[in-house]
């Protein structure tokens, strides 16, 4: 997998931006077979309109990562547990450490992943990068004013058709954080509901903004 910092012009950075939004802002629609409609009347269908499976953790727990060798155990949980790959559209990850040829295994080949990653401004460049076939996109974010230029929050939000799921840890994506080093995962899903208005908390906020 190539990845390579897009650069076209002198409005590169807003255009990179404005496609990292577009990235994640996809409506979540699911699209019924295509023998329940002809090639004139076909529609999307909202998944809300779908019966609602129970969410696997509604009001959120604390796992323990599972360490190589360590029996099954509801406490604990791998990397695959947490994202369940099978039934995932598209992820938005961070990290402070980042290594890519352990991560990408954990995902299907056609799943749709923006990392945001920690990097010495020093030595790479700030922006967005992105694999030839469109799917990686990883995000050097700016460090403007910071004395010492760091990104550690690890915080993943998984899509799947009828709802997000909300990860914080505190492991990295490397797998020495996952199979060795025990670390802490807080986990909570969160259903898609287009018609119910909740107002915004600061938490919610600062999400948004980050």
């Known amino acids: 997998m190539s990845i390579q910092l897009n650069q076209n012009d002198s409005d590169s950075d807003k255009s990179e931006l404005d496609r990292f939004d577009q990235l994640m802002s996809d409506d979540v629609i699911c699209i019924s077979d ?113 004395k010492y230029p760091i990104m550690h929050s690890k915080i993943m939000l998984l899509f799947y058709d009828t709802y997000v799921r909300f990860v914080a840890s505190s492991a990295n994506l490397i797998e020495i954080d996952w199979t060795v080093m025990q670390n802490a995962v807080f986990i909570q899903d969160i259903r898609f509901d287009g018609s119910q208005i909740f107002e915004c908390t600061q938490f919610g906020s600062t999400l948004a903004q980050a």
């Not at 990850?93 to 992943?113: G, I, N, Q, S, Y």
């Not at 030595?123 to 460090?143: A, C, K, M, R």
């Open 34 to 146: 295509s023998s329940d409609f002809s090639d004139d009347d076909a529609q999307p269908s909202i998944c809300n309109d779908l019966p609602q499976p129970e969410l696997p953790f509604p009001d959120g727990t604390v796992k323990l990562t599972r360490m190589s060798g360590e029996n099954k155990s509801n406490d604990c949980v791998r990397l695959t547990d947490v994202v369940q790959p099978d039934k995932l559209r598209k992820a938005l990850l961070t990290t402070f450490v980042l290594d890519m040829e352990w991560l990408k295994p954990h995902f299907r080949a056609h799943t749709k992943l923006v990392i945001v990653q920690s990097y010495n401004p020093n030595v790479e460049p700030q922006g967005v990068l992105q694999s030839s076939d469109g799917l990686t996109t990883i995000v050097n974010p700016e460090f403007a004013g910071v």
